[in-house]
């Protein structure tokens, strides 16, 4: 059964103070993995995603980057408006093409 | 419109009574996808629609219904629904590619966030 887990569960930073979010995944041959925001009340809103190990893509303050377990999801600098649950989801080869498993999301607090 | 729009955003309704959720997509997508959205849980996948067919019923329970007309419209039709089925329901659409290497990369809606008493 596919696997993804999300860590840490809640990260609070002040203004400008880089991290990462963490996701890692348990799957049976990786067909992609997706990474999303999700702000309160609202339906998920898709950023990347990454197909194989070694990858990177960017986005304003966010980089995201996979390893053959896991997947991190950097923030440089990070603003305010960058709170808001970040999801991570996987889509494995040999399941439907159609099926997601997401984890339960870090919630990213950033104070001025 | 652009995107994916559901109605109505938020709903309150009785356990007896029988309400519809409306999910319309705007990206000329072949898939649609009903979730189910609970406090501190992933999201659940519970219908998909490929090509106006159901591909996927992930075990949920008859009172939940789904109708998919066309492509681009996705219905969910509820009845004699429990207080746990209080959640967010997010509606999504992607544009599935048959074979190998195929990415389904889903955009979803703004939600209904509905509440059972």
Same mark, same amino acid.
């Given at each position: 059964?596919?696997q993804?887990?999300q860590s840490?569960?809640?990260?609070?930073?002040q203004?400008g103070?880089?991290?990462s979010?963490n996701?890692?995944y348990?799957?049976?041959g990786?067909r992609?993995l997706?990474?999303?925001?999700q702000?309160?009340?609202?339906g998920p809103?898709?950023?990347?995603t990454l197909?194989?190990?070694?990858?990177?893509?960017?986005?304003?303050?966010?980089?995201?980057?996979?390893?053959?377990?896991?997947?991190f999801l950097h923030i440089t600098?990070?603003k305010?408006e960058?709170s808001?649950?970040?999801?991570c989801?996987?889509?494995?080869?040999e399941?439907?093409?159609?099926?997601?498993t997401f984890?339960e999301?870090?919630?990213?607090?950033?104070n001025? | 419109?652009?995107?994916?729009?559901?109605t109505?955003?938020?709903l309150?309704?009785g356990?007896? #009574?029988?309400?519809?959720?409306?999910?319309e997509?705007?990206l000329?997508?072949n898939a649609?996808?009903?979730y189910k959205?609970s406090?501190?849980?992933?999201?659940?996948?519970?219908?998909?629609?490929n090509?106006k067919?159901q591909?996927? #019923? #992930?075990?949920?329970?008859?009172?939940?219904?789904p109708e998919? %007309?066309n492509?681009?419209?996705?219905?969910?039709?509820?009845?004699?629904l429990q207080?746990?089925?209080?959640a967010?329901?997010?509606?999504?659409?992607?544009?599935?590619i048959?074979? %190998?290497?195929a990415y #389904?990369?889903?955009?979803?809606?703004?939600?209904t966030r509905l509440?059972?008493l």
């Open positions: 059964e596919d993804v887990t840490p569960e809640a990260l609070r930073l203004e103070e880089s991290s979010l996701c890692s348990t799957v049976s990786l992609g997706f990474w999303y925001r702000d309160p009340g609202k809103e898709f950023l990347f197909y194989s190990a070694g990858e990177e893509k960017e986005k304003e303050r966010l980089k995201a980057t996979l390893t053959k377990k896991e997947s600098a990070p305010p960058d808001a649950t970040y999801l989801a996987v889509q494995a080869e399941t439907s093409g159609s099926r997601l984890g999301g870090t919630q990213l607090t950033v001025p | 419109e652009t995107g994916v729009t559901q109505p955003r938020h309150v309704m356990m007896t #009574n029988k309400k519809s959720l409306k999910c997509q705007h000329g997508h649609m996808y009903w959205q406090a501190k849980k992933p999201l659940e996948l519970m219908f998909v629609y090509f067919e591909t996927e #019923n #992930n075990s949920v329970p008859s009172r939940f219904s998919c %007309p492509s681009s419209h996705l219905f969910l039709h509820l009845h004699t207080p746990e089925d209080s967010l329901y997010l509606c999504a659409s992607s544009q599935l048959p074979g %190998p290497g #389904n990369e889903q955009f979803f809606g703004p939600g509440t059972v």
